[in-house]
């Protein structure tokens, strides 16, 4: 088994599950037993300065949208790039949180590259690997450009860039006929 840690799923139109409809998940953490990721462009209505009220005694001034990180309820999670708050590495320079303190970190830097999410997206054992082999996800490289990127046209733009990876080297092999004035 391949671990997709640190890899983008990208919705196929087959798959059939309303919570993933045009989502692009960052895998978190993947292996035998299952995997754990966050949709990156689904925002909530909720801002992190509303949310933060009931989660922190200290406030917060900022102004993101949380992000619905997947249908299974879990603790408020961050995607970062502050390495002091790191409690995984998910691609070099980037980082994934959980603890309170290391949120009430993340929070206050303005400047700092984060997602905070609400909710997670999970798989059991071999779940995910079923979802792949069905056509349901389309892969690639997560990078710091999709992590962070626009949320309304990143399933657009991954799709598309998925498709051109597939097709260009076969329209390579497509012989150019000697005459298409013909057609």
């Known amino acids: 088994m391949r671990s997709l840690s640190g890899h983008l ?3 196929s139109p087959r798959l059939p599950d309303e919570n993933f409809y045009r989502t692009v ?3 978190i953490h993947h292996d035998e037993q299952g995997a754990i990721g966050v949709v990156l462009n689904r925002p909530a209505n909720s801002t992190i300065r509303e949310v933060w009220e ?6 917060c001034d900022s102004d993101q949208p949380i992000n619905v990180g997947g249908p299974v309820s879990g603790p408020l999670m961050a995607v970062h790039t ?3 708050c790191s409690e995984n590495e998910i691609l070099p320079g980037v980082y994934f949180a959980t603890h309170r303190d290391r949120l009430n970190q993340i929070v206050r830097e303005p400047d700092l ?4 999410f609400s909710n997670y997206s999970g798989w059991a054992a071999g779940q995910l690997e079923g979802e ?7 892969v690639m490289p997560a990078t710091f450009d999709y992590i962070f990127g626009d949320a309304a046209t990143m399933w657009r733009k991954a799709a598309q860039e998925i498709g051109e990876q597939i097709t260009t080297p076969l329209l390579n092999e497509v012989p150019t006929p ?3 004035s013909c057609n």
């Open 9 to 11: 799923l990208v919705a």
């Open 132 to 138: 792949l082999k069905a056509g349901g996800w389309m």
């Open 25 to 27: 998940v960052l895998i």
């Open 54 to 59: 009931s989660f922190s005694d200290k406030s």
């Open 113 to 116: 590259p984060f997602r905070i």
């Open 178 to 180: 000697e005459d298409p």
């Open 82 to 84: 502050k390495e002091s």
